[in-house]
């Protein structure tokens, strides 16, 4: 049996296990330790002295208990605060001591692991915040905001374990408010199931306002030059150059000058050149003066572009949306909730440069966020249709938000990258960006809903949902009540006294004067609160292991994969039983895998694993990462989702993360690596050249970007990162109370020289000796992915100002080695040892796959699950469909 | 079976420990109004800041403890209420060991791994002990504040707000002042007929989930049981509040002692306006124990810090502009609070004392910077506890942050032998 911790931390196995019960392992310090404790402390921490009342003579080396934990606890806390040894007193050597507390280190977590081992048991699970939220689309139809919720992600590592899915008064009644609203937004959809609209935007109309705009401004122009001029004649004249220079000292400028125009003998009134409003005139032919055809060369290149009488062209402007540095949608008023399709007809100009093709797509305003990404394919000459879907909710209308956007993708993430697009462009040529994209127009419409596409929730009820008609006679409503509870409860029948209930809501609610439609919805909304919809209840009342009904392993497998309740066949193969045979269980399986709804499978539990949510925690610099805009971050993380489905669609390796001779991704991604011949917005396997770096989560731009801050690189986070998520050897968490570095604060160094301070203290060097060569070795990919030869530190003053002097430019020297292991000169040797460790990183997945897919940790007792599973994940080459089908198929998937 | 008789077995039956109000009150029972109140009620204040503070200038010198000292860099803001307010170093949170939970066990003193078969476990904070015994006076048993992001990004941890209810789960709180002030001032427009039969309707529901949990509950097993007892409480949290909404039925809610606050604040200002709020709170004795998870991401964006908020902690590795930036947030941080110290002085109770003369401030974190959970920056403000401010107050090392919570609470007269990991009251603290 394989364990992944140090060779010194062993592990014992009590092999005496009643009726095949979980092995009880115990967990302990490397004897090889005491010599450290009995000659550093136990001088004042024996028998005799007992400092503190803490005496480590007694001190048991297997942890199996609480107690024990904490007073190692105490000495690792005190060892890495450096509180102890005390300063005067003896010291160990610098290698023990560091040897000692990565042992000890290692030995705690796996302490904690095996003290909190749950030994099998599932503990209640709660509809986690992303499945109620899917439950609810499901059932009604509706999706719903569901950012009250708590996001359930913060006490254990994974949204499914049920110990970490609490419930609280607050959270009951919001449920209940979000099910009234998701009951609304269904209701209203159904009110206009069948419904078709269709609106067609043609985007040349905005040229109009342009032209009008723009000959408005210069026909004012030229007015107030004349003006000017006539001023400026009035002011040369001799008899009046005593007045004038008495002016001109008191004028900052020729404005203010201007304004003292009717203390200069005959100068012109403004009003005399067309400048009459009820505001100061004067102001107003000094501001046309200023905005002249220097002012407008941008907008004047724009109306010089062909094709304006059949389309408009995307700009890049510091206005929001100004001369369409966006093209806005306005969504009828009268559009009702529904799913829709987008369509824009477009082509790129002769000009757009290849990262110039694509358009980020958004909804409600220019600077808000980016839905998604598209490349344009087509031409000027012959231009494209492309399609987004897009889900309009009664919310948004009821928010009045019906405002649609396109934008050329990365040009108003930020005012940063505004202005720096805008300078380029200028820079280029004198008057302003070139026009990459061209748009014919723009089109949304309905796509109505079918009968088979009515929600199961809502065609349980089948009953009048609107006041129209009279209201459903008491046992009919009673009867579609309980149809609908039971599509809510996934399957499970309610109590009698439940129903009576349930039907005395809905009365109470009429004889109080309320509406059939409202009555109703209030009713169903308590039952979208009850605990049977909240809670996925699997009940054993005699505490015996039991196997799943094959109802509730329906339910295990499909919020397994789907994150979902079970479709109407999966159901019935459930209730049947049928389910329960291993065969029909497989072709299941195999079913809901390749159902394109096993991305939210692929989504939750890749996001979770590789912690990919720390690509949020960091604005990255438009000014110093121009390339990694909203769109590239978006497609940056879909690529790893992507990777993941193809894996367990084509049941891939999962050796293919380590290292592989392809990617899976698509034009935008090519454009960013600088791989040809992609194209379109669909991600697909690319085989890779023979020299490039990508091909693994090594290579990949969001795995890169989460190892830095947004502006520099942290070999420390990618380091740790290498080892918790493929090597399996996860550093012990960052203790608290180490004493800081600070020696090296303000100097000009590399990023490897302040790094290698951590090897001086033994309380660092313990886990960062492992760490940082790993981080050094990919020091080749600068913070967002991109690859690169020099780093170059800038040391700043307090107000991040560069210090003279303080910039230092350095080759990269991706070289290292392995602690205790193999040495390697470059980022390619370095992802070649990752990649020929493929059992540690299959280790790996299966633990994430059983806590995921299991709902609670997986402690030393599933050290048998995790063998079965790799054993059988092995046969496949590691396919990753495999590892699925294994837990899935494993006795700790089918019983509770 | 007569429903009201149901949920009072049902309440009676609870093994929680909740001060349940009279259940008389059922029958709309005018309880004391915020007017008739005696003598002037003690409040409490918790302001977590998430990921610590800068260690060198935000601590006065230690070597100049007791009342004597110098006012520190990052403490500046509030020289003016110098003798309103104490330092407390040397309190240490000893079961900490993890560097990015700023708040999740800040109030509890809890460890998070004592429980055998749980890798989380955390007990009641102390904002809560106090709203047990204090909260059966107000409107609100107790109000939670919360940042508007997410929480990990300002170093608080696991949780969601800086409150732990009696069974040591998370309690959610407001999140923007918006909501904490239509949630304080809002919804009275309903006339009183019609709030009385939602009241009614609303105990219908709760019968309704209870019976659904009851029926799913017969099912289980213990380990099962036990998770459900959440559901339970909820409910039974909501029956709680239930009875006190109609004790308070036919009491007008007080009118918002300040302006609607716009949407959409962040930062600085946001954490301004949820001061005032919590002033607004106190004034109308809406509710006397508040706690806020105060932002720091947004409060480093709103003073155009581009700094990363925990790499600003780690400002030891360059100094330079992280360290500036660190100290800018404390002497923002102590701005804002000088900014409610002086709103709680200007505020005047019925006698002619102040606000600030029965509110005690808890301000600080258990992250103190970079990693470090030893020395949990601690300032306390107020004279609403009997606790001897304008003190330096230096303790030995390693003193138990809980025993500050303790000196805190039972100083405001909550009846608490010990919280936490306390090993006792702390006496220099106390007047």
């Not at chain 1, 992303?130 to 999706?143: I, Q």
Request: proline share 5%; glycine share 8%; charged share 25%.
């Amino acid at each position: 049996m394989k364990l992944s911790l140090p060779l010194s931390a062993f592990v014992l196995l009590s092999a005496v296990v009643a009726q095949g019960a979980a092995l009880k392992p115990a967990v302990g310090v490397n004897e090889r330790h005491r010599a450290l404790l009995t000659e550093n402390c136990e001088g004042c921490h024996g028998a005799e002295k007992q400092k503190g009342k803490f005496r480590v003579d007694d001190l048991s080396f297997a942890l199996n208990d609480l107690q024990t934990a904490e007073r190692w606890q105490k000495i690792l806390d005190s060892l890495n605060s450096g509180e102890m040894p005390p300063e005067k007193e003896k010291q160990p050597g610098a290698k023990e001591k560091a040897d000692f507390l990565e042992d000890l280190s290692h030995v705690m977590v796996a302490a904690r692991r095996s003290l909190s081992d749950q030994h099998g048991v599932i503990t209640l699970r709660r509809l986690n915040q992303r499945e109620y939220r899917n439950t609810l689309r499901v059932l009604l139809g509706a999706d719903m905001d569901v950012s009250e919720l708590p996001s359930d992600i913060d006490t254990t590592r994974f949204d499914t374990v049920g110990a970490g899915l609490f419930m609280s008064g607050n959270q009951v009644e919001q449920y209940e408010s979000i099910a009234m609203k998701a009951l609304d937004e269904a209701f209203a959809l159904h009110a206009v199931a069948g419904g078709q609209k269709r609106f067609r935007y043609e985007v040349e109309e905005t040229n109009k306002k342009f032209k009008e705009t723009i000959d408005t401004e210069l026909e004012k122009h030229e007015r107030a030059s004349r003006w000017v001029k006539a001023v400026d004649e009035a002011a040369s004249k001799p008899e009046n150059a005593e007045i004038v220079a008495e002016l001109r000292k008191n004028a900052k400028n020729d404005n203010f000058f201007r304004r003292s125009w009717n203390k200069i003998p005959g100068a012109p009134a403004p009003e005399e050149f067309g400048f009459t409003t009820s505001e100061n005139n004067t102001d107003q032919a000094n501001r046309a003066f200023a905005r002249g055809p220097a002012v407008f060369a941008y907008q004047m290149r724009y109306l010089e572009q062909p094709a304006l009488d059949t389309g408009a062209y995307l700009t890049i402007s510091d206005q929001d949306g100004g001369l369409n540095s966006a093209l806005f949608l306005n969504i009828p008023g009268d559009f009702p909730p529904g799913d829709y399709v987008i369509r824009v007809r477009a082509g790129v100009t002769p000009q757009a440069t290849p990262e110039r093709r694509f358009l980020d797509f958004g909804f409600k305003g220019r600077s808000r966020p980016v839905t998604s990404t598209h490349e344009v394919t087509g031409t000027m000459e012959n231009p494209e249709i492309f399609e987004i879907p897009f889900h309009r909710t009664l919310a948004q209308r009821d928010q009045n938000a019906y405002r649609l956007y396109i934008r050329e993708k990365g040009t108003a993430d930020s005012n940063e990258q505004i202005k720096q697009k805008l300078d380029q462009g200028k820079k280029r040529n004198g008057v302003g960006p070139d026009f990459a994209i061209w748009v014919d127009w723009i089109e949304i419409e309905r796509v109505p809903e079918s009968e088979t596409s009515t929600p199961p929730g809502i065609r349980a009820l089948n009953i009048v949902l609107d006041d129209k008609t009279p209201a459903p006679k008491a046992p009919e409503l009673r009867a579609a009540l309980e149809r609908f509870v039971i599509e809510a409860f996934r399957g499970n029948k309610p109590t009698e006294r439940y129903m009576d209930r349930v039907v005395a809501l809905y009365e109470g609610a009429r004889a109080d004067g309320s509406k059939h439609s409202v009555a109703l919805k209030e009713t169903l909304s308590v039952v979208l609160a009850s605990p049977k919809f909240l809670y996925r209840a699997e009940p054993s009342p005699t505490e015996e292991r039991r196997k799943l009904r094959g109802d509730e392993m329906a339910t295990r497998l499909s919020y397994f994969l789907w994150g979902a309740p079970p479709d109407a066949d999966l159901r019935a193969l459930g209730e049947s039983d049928e389910l329960l045979q291993p065969r029909v269980l497989a072709q299941q399986t195999d079913r809901l895998v390749n159902d394109p709804r096993s991305m939210e499978f692929v989504k939750a539990f890749s996001r979770q694993w590789l912690n990919l949510d720390r690509l949020d925690f960091f604005q990255f610099s438009a000014d110093l990462y121009p390339k990694f805009d909203f769109g590239t971050k978006w497609a940056a993380r879909q690529e790893i989702y992507e990777t993941l489905a193809y894996l367990l669609r084509e049941n891939a390796s999962v050796r293919d993360l380590l290292k592989a001779d392809y990617v899976v991704i698509n034009s935008l991604l090519a454009n960013y690596y600088g791989i040809a011949g992609v194209k379109g917005d669909g991600f697909r396997k690319v085989p890779l050249p023979k020299d490039s770096p990508r091909g693994g989560l090594l290579g990949m731009a969001a795995v890169l970007a989460m190892g830095s801050n947004g502006e520099h690189t942290s070999p420390v986070e990618r380091g740790a990162w290498v080892l918790r998520k493929l090597l399996n050897d996860p550093p012990p968490p960052a203790p608290a109370n180490v004493p800081a570095l600070t020696r090296l604060a303000g100097k000009v160094l590399t990023t490897r020289e302040r790094i290698s301070a951590h090897q001086e203290d033994a309380q660092c060097a313990s886990c960062h000796r492992k760490i940082d060569p790993v981080g050094f070795g990919l020091e080749n990919f600068d913070a967002v992915g991109l690859w690169r030869t020099e780093d170059s530190f800038q040391a700043r003053d307090n107000d991040g100002k560069p210090l003279p002097n303080g910039k230092k430019t350095w080759v990269i020297d991706p070289s290292g080695a392995f602690h205790r292991g193999a040495a390697f000169r470059d980022f390619n040797e370095m992802r070649d040892v990752v990649a020929s460790r493929t059992d540690a990183f299959a280790r790996g997945i299966t633990s994430s796959l059983i806590e995921y897919g299991l709902g609670r940790p997986c402690g030393f007792s599933d050290d048998e699950l995790v063998e079965s599973i790799l054993q059988r994940a092995q046969k496949r080459d590691f396919g990753l469909r495999e590892f699925v089908h294994a837990l899935i198929q494993s006795e700790a998937f089918q019983i509770k | 079976m007569n429903t009201s008789l149901s949920r009072r077995h049902f309440l009676r039956s609870s093994s929680a420990l909740i001060a349940l109000p009279f259940l008389e009150s059922i029958g709309f029972r005018r309880f004391a109004s915020a007017a008739q109140v005696a003598a002037n009620p003690k409040r409490l204040l918790f302001m977590g800041l998430g990921w610590g503070l800068t260690t060198e200038t935000w601590f006065p010198d230690p070597k100049q403890a007791g009342a004597d000292y110098e006012i520190s860099k990052g403490l500046e803001p509030l020289a003016r209420h110098k003798a309103d307010f104490t330092v407390l170093q040397g309190l240490t949170h000893r079961f900490v060991n993890a560097g990015h939970c700023g708040s999740t066990f800040w109030l509890t003193g809890a460890n998070q791994f004592a429980v055998p078969g749980k890798s989380f476990h955390n007990t009641i904070s102390a904002d809560q002990v106090a709203a047990e015994h204090f909260g059966l006076k107000t409107r609100f048993t107790s109000l939670q504040l919360d940042c508007g992001t997410y929480a990990g990004n300002s170093g608080h941890g696991p949780g969601l707000s800086l409150a732990w209810d009696a069974g040591g789960k998370p309690i959610a709180g407001q999140k923007t002042p918006v909501e904490a002030f239509h949630r304080l001032f809002s919804g009275e427009n309903t006339p009183l007929e019609k709030r009385k039969a939602l009241l009614k309707r609303r105990h219908s529901v709760l019968d309704t989930v209870l019976e659904d949990a009851h029926d799913l509950q017969r099912g289980l097993g213990k380990n099962d049981t036990a998770k459900l007892e959440e559901y339970f409480d909820g409910i039974r949290d909501i029956e709680t509040r239930l009875s006190k909404d109609e004790q308070w039925l036919e009491i007008p809610r007080p009118k918002a002692p300040m302006a609607e606050p716009k949407p959409g604040l962040a930062g600085y200002e946001e954490i301004k306006l949820m001061y005032d709020i919590m002033v607004a709170a106190l004034q109308t004795d809406s509710t006397r124990v508040i706690g806020y998870r105060q932002p720091v991401d947004t409060l480093l964006t709103s003073l155009d810090i581009k700094v990363a908020p925990h790499d600003m902690s780690h400002y030891h590795s360059t100094m330079a502009e992280k360290f500036d930036a660190s100290q800018r947030r404390d002497v923002a941080n102590s701005e804002l609070l000088a900014g409610l110290i002086d709103k709680l002085k200007a505020t005047k109770e019925a006698d002619g004392s102040c606000l600030l003369d029965h509110t005690t401030i808890a301000f600080g974190t258990n992250t103190r910077t970079e990693h470090n959970g030893d020395n949990c920056p601690t300032l306390l403000a107020g004279h609403g506890a009997g606790l001897k401010m304008g003190q330096n107050l230096v303790l030995p090392k390693g003193t138990p942050l809980c025993n500050a919570w303790l000196t805190l609470l039972k100083g405001a007269g909550v009846p608490v032998e010990r919280h936490g990991d306390s090993t006792g009251v702390i006496k220099e603290l106390i007047a």
